[in-house]
């Protein structure tokens, strides 16, 4: 005589389909993730305010170097702070290096007749 099968335990399935509704989703290209404006302009303004801070430090150093000579340190860090601001997306950054490159030059000259 045959064995009879047992009947399909439907909580067993339904744990599956549970588990599957609390996974993460996955992203196929009809996914599409949404986002606040406001979180996305905030997110926008933190970064930048940060960086923008490193580009005007780097400006006033370059800018000190033009008139500080015996300084020979304030003119790279210029530099170096224009640089990381620059790489960060900040307009300032190229200041700040084109002016601690022109005060860095004028320290050198002016330290050669000094």
């Given at each position: 005589?045959?064995?009879?099968?047992?009947?399909?335990?439907?909580?067993?399935?339904?744990?599956?389909?549970?588990?599957?509704?609390?996974?993460?989703?996955?992203?196929?290209?009809?996914?599409?993730?949404?986002?606040?404006?406001?979180?996305?302009?905030?997110?926008?303004?933190?970064?930048t305010?940060?960086?923008?801070?490193?580009?005007?430090?780097?400006?006033?150093?370059?800018?000190?170097?033009?008139?500080?000579?015996?300084?020979?340190?304030?003119a790279?860090?210029?530099?170096?702070?224009?640089?990381f601001?620059?790489?960060?997306?900040?307009?300032?950054?190229?200041?700040?290096?084109?002016?601690?490159?022109?005060?860095?030059?004028?320290?050198?000259?002016?330290?050669?007749?000094?």
């Open positions: 005589m045959p064995k009879r099968m047992a009947p399909i335990d439907n909580e067993k399935h339904a744990d599956e389909e549970f588990s599957a509704e609390l996974s993460a989703p996955s992203l196929t290209p009809d996914f599409t993730y949404v986002e606040d404006k406001e979180d996305v302009e905030s997110r926008e303004n933190d970064k305010n940060g960086w923008t801070v490193i580009g005007v430090t780097g400006v006033i150093l370059a800018i000190l170097s033009l008139f500080t000579f015996r300084y020979y340190f304030v790279p860090l210029s530099i170096i702070f224009g640089y601001a620059y790489r960060k997306g900040d307009v300032l950054g190229i200041w700040a290096i084109g002016l601690g490159v022109v005060g860095l030059f004028a320290t050198l000259i002016v330290s050669i007749f000094l």
